[in-house]
């Protein structure tokens, strides 16, 4: 069975500063999908990222980026020029790309980023 | 606001109690989702409906009991709870259930059971 670890369970970072989230994955399969989502206080859920495992660039989304390296199965997340609404709970996530339908998100624990003014 | 509204937005009640949650989406998606989330847990699914069908159950006790009566509206029957029920309840849309489908989420029903 896939897991998915964020073994950063809080981290702070001064404002505009960047920031880099970890997160490892455990999978036998080639072919899959990982992603980041934040969930602010308001706790309304929100993809930041997504990153296919068969492309090799890194995704970039304005001031997000990811590292993706396949063979570590290592998926950090970048946060340039920290902003205080980037105060969230970031969750990493992996989704199988072999089924279609039958699949189903598996998160992680989530690491808490506080953002200091 | 990202189109998925869910009522209440927190709820306490007894273990002998039933109530339901209630999830709205504005999107038009094909498929909605229940997830559970709990403190210092990864994120749980435990349904997942596609055009109104169930097309999984994550092995959820009987105690919660889903309902799909139209695309845009997804309950979730609760009776007879335990306190380790409490939790966090997101729902979430998508057009479709391929991994390239965004899930849109809720804000989620805080549940504390006493």
């Known amino acids: 069975a896939q897991t998915v670890t964020q073994s950063q369970p809080e981290m702070s970072v001064q404002e505009a500063e960047t920031v880099t989230l970890s997160c490892t994955y455990d999978?036998?399969?080639?072919?899959?999908?990982l992603f980041w989502y934040k969930q602010p206080p308001s706790r309304q859920m929100i993809l930041v990222i997504r990153?296919?495992?068969?492309?090799?660039q890194n995704a970039t989304e304005n001031r997000f980026s990811v590292n993706f390296q396949k063979a570590a199965k290592s998926f950090s997340l970048k946060i340039s020029d920290s902003q205080l609404g980037d105060a969230a709970m970031y969750f990493c996530?992996?989704?199988?790309?072999?089924?279609?339908?039958?699949?189903?998100?598996?998160f992680g624990k989530g690491t808490r980023l506080h953002i200091l003014p | 606001e990202t189109g998925v509204t869910q009522t209440p937005r927190h709820l306490v009640m007894g273990m002998t109690n039933k109530k339901s949650l209630k999830c709205e989406q504005h999107?038009?998606?094909?498929?909605m989702y229940w997830y559970k989330q709990s403190a210092k847990k990864p994120l749980e699914l435990m349904f997942v409906?596609?055009?109104?069908?169930?097309?999984e159950n994550n092995s959820v006790p009987s105690r919660f009991s889903p309902e799909c009566p139209n695309s845009s509206h997804l309950f979730l029957h609760l009776h007879t709870l335990q306190p380790e029920d409490s939790a966090l309840y997101l729902c979430?849309?998508?057009?479709?259930?391929?991994?390239?489908?965004?899930?849109?989420f809720g804000p989620g029903t805080r549940l504390t059971v006493l």
């Open positions: 979430a849309s998508s057009q479709g259930q391929g991994p390239l489908d965004t899930q849109y």
């Open positions: 409906y596609n055009f109104k069908e169930q097309t």
């Open positions: 999978t036998s399969e080639s072919d899959y999908y």
């Open positions: 999107l038009g998606h094909n498929a």
């Open positions: 996530a992996y989704r199988s790309a072999l089924k279609f339908r039958d699949d189903k998100i598996i």
């Open positions: 990153q296919e495992a068969y492309k090799q």
